[in-house]
């Protein structure tokens, strides 16, 4: 009976290590003013969105907290919007005309940055924090 008991308290032990749930904080630093709100959202590997949320600025910073995620590689995009209309504007070549942002920090010079670019290893509870591009 004993051993039974042992396995079973072993087998709880490791599915719990298996399905370990992390939190990922975001903060979003460098916002020109604070009107409007900052969309972001997270993906999993695979370009999913997983997480989408809506938080208002305060003193020109915007913060976010995803709790439970599993560990594994993922990716954060956001934008300002400034004008709460729920759409990216852009201008009439397609530059965005509110600010917007990346995991990583990358920065797009004529495109979107290639995905791969914007995903970081998420193996601990881990704060990213990003900077808007306008």
Known sequence: MKK???VIAGILLISGFCSAQLKLD???AGIRNNEGRI????LDEKQNVIHQQMESIKDKS???SFPGLKPGRYAVRFYHDENLNQIMEKNMVGKPTEGYGFSNNVTARFSMPPFEKWLFDLNEDQKLILKVVY
Do not use: D, G, H, N
């Open 4 to 6: 039974v008991i042992l």
């Open 62 to 64: 915007c913060f976010f």
């Open 39 to 42: 969309m972001l959202q997270v």
């Open 26 to 28: 975001v903060e979003i």
